[in-house]
């Protein structure tokens, strides 16, 4: 599970030189991270050249996001969208591009991507239109793909994420990437690559799900900032719903543009970064990928225009098969569908079908608290820090857990928030548990907290029980070792322990 | 549809409009046919002899659409077809918007999101040449055209 938040970076970074010895020629890739100096100025501002003497460089980071959207059916045709099913058992006659069928829009993906819009502070274009993009490849039957690249739906808006200062998490600073577009798109179907059988197996349950394509400007400037402003465009897609966004179910995928300069002198050549498939992983690529480019100019090379894989075992970006040359799409108007047109209060036609219009107003009224929206309440609301707000949003139904106890129990929810920061989560964390399979309920930890305000336990006590109840079995056999004790040897061990988990499993 | 794209595209690989030894007048001209001025209309008439298609062009071509102009009988195809779809630049479109479809004054029909279809995966591989335990079976990758000089088509000869 990717930190929410992380470290800040100025924008402005050097390459080290080794202490001592001679710089090696250009090697196999970079040096390792320990000797690269990130002089990142954590406020943000330009560093004046330092100690190694180097011009500093300037990286950019620009992101192309495709989220899938959550619905029933796929954009164009009524095939249901659903992970993991038998090979082709989602496909119709329109997904695998048989001749004679047509694409017909789905009402719900119009709306995730009006949604998602407003979310981000975009325009919404009442009109867009869609187009066709040609490329050849086994996943994509009818040799392009439906999407808009003249008009999109939502166009230039902004995405505000937070990063820490420092690892302690004490200080954070907000920052903005503005958001150039949002685009309705058909995902492509799933090509498995068989080495050995020296072919490629081709499912098509994929072909035509709705995608939104969230487009990034390069306002970025390292991994950890493209990785928190993914992290929260996740949360707030999972927040409205147009997409569950989970990146291991391949719901999100991301590829990074990435690209370095002097301070003062135009945008280096940019290459494409793709395969990336956890936040995570996201922050490594662009890092690695900066470094590279940094050490490959320094060495006297040049940047090559071209996409790049991320290989998550190595830590490394590699050039990519099959992208090699600048790619003609040969864009022409999507023939088969006329223009999206979308309404607002004002414009709304009087006879019209409901179910054929959509009304953008009426869905800016229904959206639910965004997360830097939850956050503020929660401060506000329970005195917590900024920083607690950020750790209950970012772990799937905490705040609504921590909200719950709080009701229930007469401790201050400046206090329990420690309980739930530092001894629940850190539990769950340490048995790869979710809040949802937390054993310990909020009912329960209400009352122990009851208990320790009543002060008829002591917060080592209190500890101690939670542990168990999470799980702590080394902590359960001390019980056991007391009960034996206290019995003085004459109890049978295995019933005191079949006792004891009974109890607790109440 | 697509033969204006590849009359644009094919256009665009030409090279810039001819100098000033040209009879196309530097104003737009007052030749009814190419009543306007923008550069990649005005570069070509119907009535002036065909410009051959280059040889670049013609391999950047093959790669794209995967066809091959194996003899002179194709490469002259392609040309009498770029040439029957330059008549298109006899009428004066100055000032008028490009329409995309003649739908576009109609409503694009929104459907409810429910699962209607799917669920024939027999079907859908019956047609399939080869398959492997309902999956499609495909060549690993896009497997590149030949270089110009491994393989015999026209283009070797111009």
């Known amino acids: 599970m990717a930190a929410v938040v992380a470290r800040g970076c100025g924008g402005v970074w050097r390459r080290a030189r080794q202490c001592g010895a001679g710089r090696p020629g250009p090697g196999p890739g970079p040096s390792p991270p320990g ?44 095939s249901q969208v659903q992970f993991a099913a038998p090979p082709n058992s989602l496909v119709s006659f329109f997904d695998a591009s048989l001749p004679g069928t047509l694409p017909v829009l789905n009402r719900r993906c119009v709306e995730a991507a009006v949604m998602t819009g407003l979310a981000l502070n975009c325009s919404i274009n009442k009109k867009s239109l869609f187009d066709r993009k040609h490329y050849f490849y086994a996943d994509l039957p009818a040799g392009y793909q439906i999407t808009q690249q003249r008009v999109p739906i939502a166009v230039n808006g902004s995405l505000s994420y937070s990063l820490c200062i420092d690892n302690k998490m004490s200080q954070m600073v907000t920052k903005t990437v503005r958001i150039k577009q949002i685009q309705l798109e058909q995902d492509s179907g799933k090509s498995l690559h068989d080495d050995t059988g020296c072919q490629t197996l081709v499912d098509l349950n994929r072909a035509g799900v709705g995608l939104m394509e969230v487009v990034m400007e390069p306002d970025m400037c390292c991994g950890e900032e493209a990785a928190a402003a993914v992290r929260e465009l996740q949360l707030i897609l999972q927040t409205l719903g147009s997409s569950q966004a989970v990146m291991a179910e391949g719901q999100l995928r991301v590829d990074a543009n990435v690209s370095v300069h002097h301070p003062g002198e135009p945008y280096g050549v940019r290459t494409e970064v793709k395969n990336i498939n956890s936040i995570r992983f996201l922050a490594k690529a662009v890092d690695y990928e900066i470094q590279r480019q940094i050490e490959e100019l320094e060495n006297g090379g040049t940047i090559l225009n071209e996409t790049r894989a991320f290989d998550s075992k190595l830590g490394c970006t590699v050039p990519m098969r099959d992208k090699e040359g600048k790619q003609d799409y040969r ?49 506000e609301q329970y005195g917590i820090l900024p920083e607690h707000s950020f750790t209950l949003l970012n772990e799937d139904g905490l705040a609504e857990f921590f909200e719950s106890v709080v009701k229930q129990t007469q401790m201050k929810p400046k206090k329990v928030i420690g309980w739930i920061l530092n001894d629940l989560l850190s539990y769950l964390k340490q048995h790869s548990l979710t809040v949802k399979e937390s054993p310990v309920s909020s009912f329960l930890l209400a009352d122990l907290l009851n208990l320790l305000e009543k002060k008829e336990i002591s917060s080592t006590a209190a ?34 322990k079949q006792l004891l988990e009974k109890k607790l499993s109440e | 549809m697509r033969a204006l794209s590849l009359v644009r595209w094919v256009r665009a690989g030409r090279g810039p409009p001819r100098g000033p030894g040209s009879r196309y007048t530097g104003n737009g001209g007052h030749r009814g046919y190419t009543g306007h001025s923008e550069n990649r209309h005005s570069e070509h008439r119907p009535q002036d002899p065909p410009q051959k298609v280059s040889v670049e062009v013609l391999q950047h071509l093959e790669q794209l659409a995967l066809v091959d102009f194996r003899d002179r009988e ?28 003649v739908l576009e004054d109609r409503c694009l029909y929104l459907r409810e999101d429910d699962v209607t279809e799917g669920n024939c995966t027999k079907e859908l591989l019956e047609n399939a040449r080869e398959k492997l335990e309902e999956y499609f079976v495909a060549p690993p990758g896009n497997i590149p055209l030949p270089k110009l000089e491994e393989r015999e088509t026209f283009l070797q000869g111009s």
């Open chain 1, 331 to 379: 864009f022409m108007p999507e023939p088969n569908l006329p223009p999206l047109i979308l309404y607002d209060t004002k414009s709304l036609p009087a006879n019209m079908n409901h179910q054929q219009v959509i009304n953008i107003d009426w869905i800016h009224e229904r959206l639910p608290d965004l997360p830097s929206v939850k956050r503020e309440k929660l401060v």
């Open chain 1, 463 to 496: 500890k101690q029980v939670m542990a168990i109840k999470a799980g702590n079995r080394k902590v359960l056999n001390k019980l056991i070792g007391l009960v034996q004790r206290k019995t003085q040897g004459r109890s049978n061990p295995a019933l005191v």
């Open chain 2, 74 to 101: 194709g490469v002259e195809r392609l040309q009498k077809a770029i040439q029957f779809a330059d008549q298109l630049q006899e009428v004066n479109t100055e000032g008028v918007e490009p329409m995309d479809s």
């Open chain 1, 35 to 78: 000797q690269r100096a990130v002089a990142c100025n954590k406020r943000g501002g330009a560093v004046p050249a330092g100690k190694s003497g180097l011009a500093p460089w300037i990286p950019v980071v620009g992101l192309e996001i495709h989220a899938q959207i959550s619905s029933n059916s796929k954009l164009f045709s009524g």
